[in-house]
């Protein structure tokens, strides 16, 4: 089913609002026409019943109908009876039926009803007794709404003719105000359309549209802004992952081709294999982690969840990187302790590339300390080493895929693929945590944060 468009929708609701407020104050004029006339009809009866009285003092049985007609013959639609208590039925109008306005007329004062179809209004009087020649009378008087009802009639047609041509209207007006209100929507929608994978830093015009919707062009921007950066973190990981495969396979073909250029002794062939065997051992290493990062950033849930003794991991790693160290002529050194939930195995994973990277880069004769502390409900562990101090401006890139510091890419044997930092932020995030670095006068400090 198609859906309807908000300039439809704009549209309709503008002319239904319309039309029932035109019909509403029509509503309301009618009533109070309505009002206006009965307040006339009656103050017009009550006129009529003083000319009775009037004509009535002077006058006796037989003299009074006389009288009457000639009195009340030029009101049209107008009926009367006058009863004497002593005369009975002195006057009444020709030809009327008087039953039903006498039994309304016991209980009201002021009434109406209908007559052949006809609506009346009427109005009972009753003289005070021994007052009048003829007695106590009781004078009923009726006006017929003929001449009201047809105006209304007329008024009813031309208010509701009134009331559809004025929705018309208000529906082609409510349809001009849309599109012209809508028309910074089409622009965006006009300017949506131009952003593809090449044209990503098209932006949403934010100074040209009202302030209702500048929120939205502004979120849109960002969210454009932040497409754009993402692509382009992915168009450069594609590219250094062609350079990282490249370049030891290059460097297999043209040893190999190289080495069957002419016949090599055995020991030769053997080191060339070796060779081989280490480039082949970095590419599958580097895969490795590709695939393990691409896991980690893309599971929803961690592989197992278990309370991890943060000291104790320190402690293991500690043994392990123990021979290294000693290499080097760092000393190793941990305090404080706490638990935290996780993946075990991925955690170590996590600490030990901060760990290996601290004794890569530090001085030797230094030491390299591991702080665990306790704030709030967050887990930290602060490793810091003494070394060479990051740039200001490599920070924000150094858990980027493959960065290196050396921008002409050369790897030095010790060195790893560029991947470890990676890793760990993608560790970090999947345990709802945060990874940060400050280096400065000669201390580099990596925290990891478990919330």
């Not at 009809?41 to 000319?51: K, M, P, T, V």
């Not at 306005?101 to 007794?129: D, H, L």
């Not at 007329?154 to 349809?175: D, I, K, Q």
């Amino acid at each position: 089913m198609r859906k309807v468009s908000i300039t439809t929708r704009l549209t309709l609701l503008f002319a239904g609002t319309s039309a029932t407020v035109l019909l509403g104050l029509g509503i309301l004029i009618s009533k109070s026409l309505d009002a206006h006339f009965a307040s006339e009809d009656y103050s017009a009866l009550e006129e009529r019943i003083e000319l009775i009285q009037t004509t009535s003092i002077e006058s006796t049985a037989e003299t009074l109908p006389a009288k009457l007609e000639t009195a009340l013959k030029n009101y049209p639609g107008f009926i009367a009876q006058v009863t004497s208590r002593d005369h009975g039925i002195v006057y009444a109008t020709k030809n009327f039926d008087f039953v039903l306005p006498n039994a309304i007329a016991k209980t009201n004062k002021r009434f109406e009803w209908t007559e052949n179809g006809q609506k009346y209004r009427g109005v009972v009087y009753r003289t005070p007794p021994g007052s009048r020649n003829l007695g106590d009378l009781t004078i009923l008087v009726g006006l017929s709404t003929l001449i009201h009802e047809h105006f209304m009639g007329s008024f009813t047609y031309t208010l509701f003719a009134f009331v559809l041509g004025a929705t018309v209207l208000c529906g082609l007006l409510g349809w001009w105000a849309a599109r012209r209100g809508l028309e910074p929507l089409r622009a965006m929608s006009n300017r949506a359309k131009t952003v593809t994978g090449s044209h990503l830093h098209e932006r949403m015009p934010v100074e040209s549209v009202p302030v209702e919707i500048a929120d939205l062009a502004h979120t849109l921007n960002a969210m454009l802004a932040r497409l754009q950066q993402d692509f382009q973190r992915l168009s450069d990981f594609s590219s250094d992952i062609a350079h990282e495969l490249r370049t030891p396979i290059t460097n297999m073909m043209t040893q190999t081709h190289v080495t069957l250029t002419q016949r090599r002794s055995n020991e030769k062939y053997r080191d060339i294999m070796a060779s081989n065997a280490e480039e082949m051992q970095r590419l599958a290493r580097m895969i490795s982690d590709m695939l393990y990062l691409a896991k980690t950033e893309n599971g929803l849930n961690l592989p197992s969840s278990e309370d991890v003794f943060l000291d104790k991991e320190i402690e293991a790693l500690f043994e392990f990187y123990e021979a290294l160290a000693e290499d080097k002529t760092v000393t190793l050194s941990a305090t404080g302790a706490s638990v935290i939930c996780g993946d075990k195995l991925m955690i170590r994973r996590a600490i030990s590339n901060v760990l290996s990277n601290a004794l890569r880069h530090a001085y030797p004769h230094t030491c390299i300390q591991v702080q665990i502390l306790k704030e709030n409900s967050n887990s930290i562990i602060n490793i810091t080493n003494t070394g060479d101090v990051i740039p200001a401006d490599q920070i924000a890139s150094i858990f980027d895929r493959f960065f290196r510091a050396d921008k002409s890419r050369t790897r030095p044997d010790s060195e790893g693929v560029g991947l470890g930092l990676s890793i760990t932020k993608a560790i970090m995030t999947a345990h709802n945590g945060a990874i940060k670095v400050s280096s400065n006068d000669d201390k580099t400090t990596f925290t990891l944060i478990f919330r």
